[in-house]
């Protein structure tokens, strides 16, 4: 959303529009700490992959 401001807006019509944004949903990756379960080390798994674009 994108509000423009001028000199001449009024500070509580710009409340109201502030009060009516609805929020941005983010990203929740903590409920998928931990879900992977291996027995080899990450960095190791994490190289692997890079190295297969060589």
């Given at each position: 959303?994108?509000?423009?401001?001028?000199?001449?807006?009024?500070?509580?019509?710009?409340?109201?529009?502030?009060?009516?944004?609805k929020p941005v949903k983010k990203?929740?990756?903590?409920?998928?700490?931990?879900?992977?379960?291996?027995?080899?080390?990450?960095?190791?798994?994490?190289?692997?992959?890079?190295?297969?674009?060589?």
């Amino acid at each position: 959303m994108v509000v423009i401001l001028n000199k001449d807006t009024d500070i509580q019509n710009l409340k109201k529009i502030l009060a009516e944004r609805k929020p941005v949903k983010k990203f929740d990756a903590k409920k998928f700490c931990g879900v992977l379960k291996t027995n080899k080390d990450g960095l190791k798994i994490q190289q692997q992959l890079r190295n297969e674009w060589k």
